[in-house]
Structures are given as structure tokens and as C-alpha cells.
T-cell receptor, first 114, second 111 residues
């Protein structure tokens, strides 16, 4: 397996524009996570899914952020409208099942909002 | 999940063993200790995890004290590629699946 695949790797957009980040988890993994990393706040969980259903979205900053998982092999994180403070590296991760298995992270999408 | 405390930074000479401590004094019976690391510009990478017994894999060893209030990650023969931020995370086996990352320890391997 190629691991968790994220696209794009880099995104530069203007304030106010819609941004969509994409993630393909490892095949067969039941859990999918979206994390955000900034210098100020470190790595923080935004939302996670189990079997395509959102379980914990308490980390989603505000209504401008939304995440979907239409099927087991694809998820999106959308920001509309984007703001400069959304600039960060966004990581997607997946793990096999509940409990003591490890999470596998993608390479991240570096988002810059100007 | 229990909170963890780690030193901000550490140095280790190449070829020597790197010992990274973690304090988790409020850990409960169902909580595992996980270690991840993040090499610059990459996503976090799983290293090892354990409950109460010492664990070893191809990457590292994990030593958990008998009272489970602290642990040490050991990289037996550190190389320059081990330079990274190392995160110690406590996670409930039956609770929320999310990983709560602290600030970690920035380990620098010195040639």
C-alpha cells in the first residue's frame, strides 16, 4: 500500500477563496483523522471518522471548516471562506481499528492563505 | 487522557543510545503509552507503544516503570536520521481514538 495520500502537497490561495484538501486513507482502515499543525498551537485534531461517520468534530475551529467522507477511500476538508490564520500544515491519518493499533499519517498539505 | 510531560530538547552523540523520558503520573489502568516522532516536514511516524511491560521493536525499546507513572524511549544506536521531535502520548484503549500531541522533545543527534 502507498500509505495515506494527501493532495495537494502545497496550496497557496487568496483570502476569501474556497480551499479543498483531499485524503485517501490506507485501504481497509476504519478510522480517518484530520489534524492541523501550526507553530503556535502544535498538532491538534480537527475531526475524525469511523466507518465514514464523523465521531468527534470538537476540534473544528468554526463554521468555515467542514469535512466529509463520502466513502471508505476518500475524505475532504473544506475551508470556505479561507483566512490568513488558516495557514498551517494539515495532516490526514488513518488506523485499522479501535484500540491499540497505530495511526499512519500522510505527508501533509501546506496551506498558505495570503 | 492523561497528560504527559517531556523535556523540551535533548542532544545525543551519533552512535550512542538516546534515552527520552516521559512523565505520565496520572495515567489510568486502561491507558497505553504511545511514542511517535516527526522528522522535519514529514507527518508523524509511529514508533512503539506499551501498557506495562517493556516493549522492543526494530526501531526502539520502551521501558515503563512498575508504577506506570513514567517511561523511557530508547533508540539504541542513534543516527543522524533520528533527529526529530519525539512525542509521548497516553491513550485510553477504550476511549476516544484521537491522539493528543503535546510539545514533545526535540532530539538532535550530533555527528
Amino acid at each position: 500500500d502507498a500509505g495515506v495520500i494527501q493532495s495537494p502537497r502545497h496550496e497557496v490561495t487568496e483570502m476569501g477563496q474556497e480551499v479543498t484538501l483531499r485524503c485517501k486513507p490506507i485501504s481497509g482502515h476504519d478510522y480517518l483523522f484530520w489534524y492541523r499543525q501550526t507553530m503556535m498551537r502544535g498538532l491538534e485534531l480537527l475531526i475524525y471518522f469511523n466507518n465514514n461517520v464523523p465521531i468527534d468534530d470538537s476540534g473544528m475551529p468554526e463554521d468555515r471548516f467542514s469535512a466529509k467522507m463520502p466513502n471508505a477511500s476518500f475524505s475532504t476538508l473544506k475551508i470556505q471562506p479561507s483566512e490568513p490564520r488558516d495557514s498551517a500544515v494539515y495532516f490526514c491519518a488513518s488506523n485499522l481499528d479501535r484500540g491499540k493499533t497505530e495511526a499512519f499519517f500522510g505527508q501533509g498539505t501546506r496551506l498558505t492563505v495570503v | 487522557d492523561a497528560k504527559t510531560t517531556q523535556p523540551t530538547s535533548m542532544d545525543c552523540a551519533e552512535g550512542r543510545a538516546a534515552n527520552l523520558p516521559c512523565n505520565h503520573s496520572t495515567i489510568s489502568g486502561n491507558e497505553y503509552v504511545y511514542w511517535y516522532r516527526q522528522i522535519h516536514s514529514q507527518g508523524p511516524q509511529y514508533i512503539i507503544h506499551g501498557l506495562k511491560n517493556n516493549e522492543t521493536n526494530e526501531m526502539a525499546s520502551l521501558i515503563i516503570t512498575e508504577d506506570r507513572k513514567s517511561s523511557t524511549l530508547i533508540l539504541p544506536h542513534a543516527t543522524l536520521r533520528d533527529t526529530a521531535v519525539y512525542y509521548c502520548i497516553v491513550k485510553d484503549l477504550f476511549g476516544n481514538e484521537k491522539l493528543t500531541f503535546g510539545t514533545g522533545t526535540r532530539l538532535t543527534i550530533i555527528p
